[in-house]
């Protein structure tokens, strides 16, 4: 989504903002653009694509000022053009937004009405225009924000420039998340952390409905009521800001391999190595009706793994659903259980309102994620982080196997409280997931054959992924990687499910994967291949050396992945999937890190 960054500063600020918003790119932008004020006086520089072409028109026309706002966009309203991108101008004001004001067509018709011209299509424009307006009235920059924020609905962070207003940043948050950052005689406004790591440590969130007012050496935060306040400032870890490929060609590669260190941070914290215990706290299983998980994208794919493991080991019902859905349908929710939220970014708008309905209901809430600063860390009643480090790539890999390591965690330690376990088999179960990043790396040495693989892949138009079990779950998950970044079509399915359909797609041009380590559901995944097979179909079969062994012969190509126990196989054939999913896109010439349409936290409906 939208990418934000303010800056009061001493310093030139155009290299200042295209740097913050080069640590923006990752959560997709179609134009960006910045603003400053050159001697009292607002210009802006702004340019439809990637920020090398708004870079091609500073090099052209400079901007030289001190302070100065900065904007990548994910377009919602209006098309991706130069008229459309941030910041956008009305009067004395230059403004920035992220999220969706909802009310812009009432506001736009009624400023129209006061002889107001819009230059863009944005629901942003308004707010522009709503405070410059406020400004003419005679009003003071802070009592003329605030009037304005009232006028606004819907979900947005804003940070403003203000002419004649020299070294004054206002800015506002009502849903998606906004920073400040603390420098030496300098104030910063940011999306997150990451947009101010090149000038700041010291950070505070804001909190929904908060606004401030930024000078050089203070900023002064009112909350909703409008009463000051004070937010801690926090000091933001190194490596919460690091955003270095290191020698690989793309954050996704990288992410790919940063899994077995991300895996283990991760399960560390949520097992005791020398008891052999899962640890989770903060939730006693044994009591729990059930467990509602709610999520999106590949953090819902990683919460159905969990319903396999979570049900099969604990006998504990567990809900999985698509935050998107849950949210407008009227769930039969009950205190009694729990509500776990899985969320790398931890502000998709989706999640996080179907958290809240959730919560609302009386359910225990409890959090997985990566931002631990995000807004849904902040509204649950128990955090579990996953622990592999910033995620920048869109297409997420690395959290979602931190994701899923932590849900092999809480199965044990609830099968444990619901006493289906006994300690050995606790201890036993723990030990498996402990060894469970080495066989990951053991799964990513498998790159070089999967390579060869994506050449011939990347020639199909479609693409069917089959599994069963929770490999039916990492057959969405095959899917939904090879489309984000290759865009490829491809399909996801429970392999059971081939024969009322799919088996409809099967051809000789139509690679079918199919996921099958040799566990329980290894003989009927394998006479889905035989049934491919005579029907022409070109299956690459992702397996393990047992299964291999036993696979029916015939298959285009085999890739044996380490022998795993079933607890934690979909952690090991993750990689496989990644990676050809990776390299396809390589192939293709795609942007990997950046795939066209996507955001990497999806912070409006
Ligand atoms: O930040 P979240 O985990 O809530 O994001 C959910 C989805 O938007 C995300 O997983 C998306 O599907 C990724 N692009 C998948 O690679």
Request: with cysteine.
């Amino acid at each position: 989504m939208c990418g934000i960054i303010g800056i009061v500063g001493t310093k030139p600020v155009a290299e200042r903002l295209i740097e913050s918003l080069k640590r923006l790119e990752y959560r997709g932008y179609d134009s960006a653009g910045i603003a400053a004020q050159v001697n009292g006086v607002l210009e802006r520089r702004r340019a439809p694509g990637k920020l090398r072409e708004l870079e091609a028109v500073l090099a052209a026309h400079p901007l030289n000022a001190t302070t100065g706002i900065g904007h990548t966009r994910w377009a919602t309203h209006g098309a991706p053009t130069e008229a459309n991108a941030h910041p956008h101008i009305a009067g004395r004001v230059a403004v920035v937004h992220n999220g969706i004001i909802e009310n812009f067509a009432e506001l736009k018709a009624e400023l129209q009405a006061a002889g107001r011209v819009f230059e863009s299509q944005t629901d942003t424009e308004v707010v522009a225009h709503l405070l410059d307006q406020a400004l003419s009235t005679g009003l003071e920059p802070l009592e003329a924000f605030e009037a304005t924020l009232k006028r606004l609905s819907g979900a947005f962070a804003l940070c403003v420039l203000i002419s004649g207003e020299d070294d004054v940043i206002l800015a506002a948050r009502n849903g998606p998340p906004l920073a400040v950052g603390y420098g030496q005689g300098e104030m910063f406004i940011g999306s997150d952390g990451l947009a101010l790591g090149p000038f700041t440590n010291r950070v505070s969130y804001l909190e929904d409905g908060d606004h401030v007012i930024a000078t050089h050496d203070r900023a002064r935060i009112f909350n909703a009521s409008g009463t000051e306040v004070v937010r801690e400032i926090k000091t933001v870890p190194a490596s919460a800001v690091l955003m270095e490929k290191g020698n690989y060609r793309h954050f996704m590669e990288k992410e790919i391999h940063d899994q077995p260190e991300g895996c283990q941070r991760t399960i560390a914290a949520y097992v005791d190595t020398l008891t052999g215990r899962a640890t989770i706290a903060g939730v006693d299983f044994s009591t729990l009706e059930r467990i509602q998980i709610v999520a999106c994208g590949t953090s819902y794919i990683a919460g159905m793994i969990g319903r396999y493991l979570i049900e099969q080991l604990a006998d504990l019902p567990v809900d999985v659903e698509i935050a998107s859905e849950f949210r407008y349908r009227q769930p039969a929710l009950r205190p009694g259980a729990l509500a776990i939220a899985m969320s790398q970014s931890g502000e998709t708008a989706d999640t996080l309102a179907a958290f809240r309905h959730c919560a609302a209901a009386g359910m225990k809430t409890a959090a997985i994620v990566n931002a631990t600063e995000s807004t849904i860390a902040r509204e649950a009643d128990v955090v579990w982080p996953i622990h592999c480090g910033p995620e920048i790539g869109v297409a997420s890999t690395k959290a979602f196997t931190a994701q899923v390591s932590v849900m092999i965690a809480i199965a044990i330690a609830a099968a444990r409280d619901r006493n289906r376990i006994d300690a050995a088999e606790e201890q036993r179960l723990v030990r498996v997931l402990i060894e469970a990043p080495r066989l990951i790396a053991e799964a990513i040495n498998l790159e070089g054959s999967i390579k060869d693989i994506a050449v011939e892949i990347a020639k199909a138009r479609d693409v069917l992924f089959l599994g069963r079990g929770p490999m039916s779950a990492l057959a969405l998950e095959g899917a939904l990687k090879l489309k984000e970044i290759s865009y490829i079509h491809a399909e996801g399915y429970a392999a059971g499910e081939l024969k009322h359909g799919p088996i409809a797609l099967v051809d000789e041009a139509t690679p079918i994967i199919i996921l099958a380590p040799y566990d329980s559901w290894f003989e009927k995944s394998a006479s889905n291949m035989s049934e491919v097979m005579a029907r022409g179909g070109q299956v690459v079969f992702i397996t393990d050396p047992d299964g291999a062994k036993h696979a029916p012969a015939g298959a285009r190509v085999v890739v044996t992945a380490p022998a795993s126990d079933p607890l934690v196989s979909a952690l090991v054939m993750s990689a496989p999937i990644q990676l050809l999913a990776y390299h396809v896109a390589v192939v293709k010439g795609a942007d990997v890190d950046q795939p066209r349409n996507l955001a990497k936290s999806v912070t409006v409906e």
